[in-house]
């Protein structure tokens, strides 16, 4: 279809009016004009005349989203919206009135995007935020997890009922059962709602905090990003190389300030009391009892357990 731009620069052209005349009587019998007449039997052919480039635009924008190439090929003069036409009577008659309509694929774009906006990952890989999740494949994928599973679930759906809760999450079990998977779920279905998160991969995060001791500057930005999130995800923690600088001034004050505050959660593959004699020993100062037992008073008064059982799934398509 010829652009109307192409067509009405021609009106200095001697057959402007068989031109013109043909664009009308193409337009007349359009499927999508013939219906907006049925619906509207007020329409003379001079107010559709006197539309004509409004309805031009509206046959032009439904063809080219009946064939849609994708958002991001879009041919529509405004990419990601549509043609809208609707009849109103200001009270001289009926009307054509053309507006632009956002489509469903810009709207899932826009979605989208506020969504990754809200959630903050340190180290963990992107794909796990931004694939697309089914909650009847998350819970048929191994029936041995099916517990945890609900239980996240119903966390997800008290939260959207009830409002953010200041108890979070503490997953445990084997390697590869899906615990930083189901967090992920939970942060992305909870950003939906408009919620801010934060997930950090602890083994590379606490390697990274040392180059971090003479950015005070970077460390304090990242650590006030935690403290401020509305969920905050330490995966898989006890997995970690750590030093008393780190666990007793930066995650001691991340969790000091989040407690009776707003929930953190974890995913580990130690049980709440391994994860303290972990925290209790050091590479530098050895096993310090009181100070891992410290650490734990700020976790483990503040989360539900949930074991998540089932088998490896890592490097299994």
């Not at 010829?2 to 021609?10: A, K, T, V, Y």
């Not at 200095?12 to 509207?40: F, G, T, W, Y």
Request: glycine share 6%.
């Amino acid at each position: 279809m010829e652009s109307l731009g192409d067509l009405l620069s021609q009106m200095k052209s001697p057959q402007l009016r068989r031109r013109s005349e043909e664009l009308n009587a193409r337009m007349m019998s359009e499927p999508l004009v013939r219906d907006l007449c049925i619906r509207h039997p007020e329409l003379t052919e001079e107010h559709l005349l006197r539309g004509m480039a409004k309805l031009y635009q509206y046959v032009n924008d439904s063809r080219h989203c009946a064939a849609c190439p994708g958002l991001d090929r879009c041919p529509n003069d405004f990419p990601g919206h549509f043609t809208k036409l609707t009849v109103e009577n200001n009270g001289a008659g009926p009307q054509l009135v053309d507006r632009q309509v956002t489509c469903p694929k810009q709207l899932r774009y826009e979605m989208d995007l506020s969504i990754k906006k809200r959630i903050h990952s340190f180290y963990v890989d992107d794909r796990a935020l931004q694939q697309g999740y089914d909650e009847v494949e998350i819970l048929s994928k191994d029936g041995a997890r099916v517990p945890a599973v609900s239980q996240v679930f119903r966390y997800i759906n008290q939260t959207k009922e009830s409002g953010l809760s200041t108890r979070g999450l503490y997953l445990e079990g084997h390697f590869g059962t899906g615990k930083t998977f189901l967090m992920c779920y939970l942060l992305h279905e909870l950003a939906k709602e408009g919620y801010s998160g934060v997930i950090v991969y602890m083994p590379e995060f606490v390697e990274d905090l040392k180059s971090m001791l003479q950015e005070s500057q970077k460390l304090k930005e990242t650590t006030e990003v935690m403290k401020q999130a509305d969920l905050l995800i330490f995966d898989d923690i006890g997995a970690e190389n750590l030093n008393p600088w780190v666990r007793d001034h930066v995650m001691g004050s991340i969790l000091n300030y989040r407690m009776n505050r707003k929930p953190t959660f974890y995913t580990s593959n130690y049980s709440l009391k391994a994860l303290e004699k972990h925290l209790s020993f050091t590479s530098k100062d050895g096993e310090e009892i009181h100070k891992g037992q410290r650490l734990m008073d700020r976790i483990a008064p503040f989360v539900d357990v949930v074991t998540v059982s089932g088998n490896n799934k890592r490097g299994k398509v």
